[in-house]
């Protein structure tokens, strides 16, 4: 089967079997010889910030020596993105190899499965068998009931929790703290990077002895290198330089530090695998055309909020043009006035292919007064071209992860 055929059904997964609970997923790790068991696990959860966090961990395993398997997503180009050891992505062999494996048993002991049950058996079974020392394991979903919850987190990362995927995780802060602080384990080491007392709350509820990093490290503190696009991080006197820019990536880094440091990972090692870190569409910077260019994941309330303080700090909002589309799942009326105390202009683009995905004319709707800046283009290529020809300091992508894989095979 070639690989576009085996990734259309194995994406087909994604609306069916869906079961509240571990039962599928314990399944399918147990036919497969529990392979979860067989390597050190760090689990990351949280709304925002666990890829940076997971790569930032990974490139300074990596580069003191460990072999390291990384879990992440959703991908931006390829799935082979969510599936990597040692920085490489599992290939197009590889992948096939542990879909029929899992297919398989799915078959045989009548085990029903979603796509993220099936993909995160595949990557359990794919580490053990390439013998990594380390998984870094990111949460797909919540916590409690996420498939990658069968494994037992040495060190469980909570980075923040804010309102997203509500319809799934519940509509307070507490309530969603409790879903994704299901991962905590007995025996793990509890790593928090947010002091929001609801958000305190819930976690303690799965374990009372967490580090919270902005407590433990409240006299560090941080500078943006905007020449570099670099965040400078102070702890006790050592500075580390993170490639991984922005406000919020100052929270991630203290979570990635202080795991770092319970594994015996030194300052140096530490600031070696820094030199290392890249981490696609998080605040990335391109240069096109003699313009900059900005990749941006946000696509929440806080993860846009965070966007607008970063460049705001060294930004006008007239200097700024904003590309965006949003899911229609998303909270779009509280993210749009976000979106203009940034954006001197705004494009507004199709998402339509994607199931939840809004036409820019649909999303204009969400506008309602002052639209003389706001422009509506449903065509990616044409929407970048115009907003290069608004001769603009900055040209921002952000919106949804959907709309930064469009915009880099359409127009990169």
């Not at 297919?103 to 990594?132: H, L, R």
């Not at 309330?301 to 007239?318: A, F, G, P, Q, R």
Request: net charge neutral; hydrophobic share 35%; glycine share 8%.
């Amino acid at each position: 089967m070639e690989m576009e055929k085996l990734l259309n059904e194995l994406y087909s997964h994604s609306l069916t079997n869906i079961k509240l609970g571990l039962e599928n997923i314990k399944n399918l790790c147990e036919k497969l010889g529990n392979p979860q068991n067989d390597y050190r696990v760090i689990h990351v959860g949280g709304t925002n910030g666990k890829g940076s966090t997971s790569t930032t961990i990974e490139k300074v395993l990596l580069e003191n020596g460990y072999k390291v398997g990384k879990y992440t997503s959703p991908h931006i180009l390829k799935f082979n993105e969510r599936i990597q050891v040692s920085g490489v992505e599992i290939s197009d062999e590889e992948v096939a190899k542990y879909y029929y494996m899992v297919k398989e048993i799915m078959a045989k002991y009548n085990i029903g499965a979603t796509f993220f049950e099936i993909t995160t058996a595949m990557m359990f079974k794919y580490f053990s068998d390439k013998k990594v020392d380390f998984a870094v394991v990111e949460v797909g979903l919540g916590g409690k009931y996420d498939a990658t919850n069968v494994a037992n987190g040495e060190i469980t990362i909570i980075t923040n929790v804010t309102l997203d995927h509500t319809e799934f995780l519940g509509n307070d802060i507490y309530t969603i703290a409790l879903e994704k602080g299901g991962i905590i384990k007995d025996d793990s080491y509890v790593i928090v990077g947010s002091s929001e007392k609801e958000f305190l709350r819930g976690i303690e509820t799965s374990s009372k002895n967490y580090i919270n990093v902005l407590e433990k490290y409240k006299d560090s503190k941080f500078n943006l290198n905007f020449e570099n696009f670099t965040t400078e991080i102070e702890i006790e006197n050592e500075k580390f330089i993170s490639p991984l820019f922005g406000i919020h990536q100052y929270n991630n880094f203290l979570c990635a530090y202080e795991g770092l440091k319970k594994l015996g990972i030194s300052n140096e090692g530490i600031k070696q695998g820094l030199k290392k870190v890249i981490w696609p569409c998080r605040f990335e910077i391109m240069k096109k055309d003699k313009n900059i260019l900005i990749l941006d994941g946000a696509h929440n309330i806080d993860s846009m909020s965070k966007l607008k303080e970063t460049v705001l700090k060294h930004y006008k909002k007239d200097d700024i043009v904003t590309i965006t589309s949003i899911l229609k799942d998303k909270k779009i009326e509280e993210m749009v006035p976000i979106l203009r105390e940034f954006s001197g202009n705004i494009i507004l683009t199709s998402l339509k292919e994607n199931s939840r995905g809004l036409t820019g004319e649909e999303l204009k709707g969400y506008f309602t007064e002052n639209l003389e800046n706001i422009i509506v283009e449903e065509d990616i290529k044409k929407s970048y071209e115009k907003a290069v020809n608004l001769n603009k300091k900055l040209i921002i992508i952000c919106g949804s992860f959907y709309l930064l894989s469009k915009f880099k095979e359409e127009v990169k």
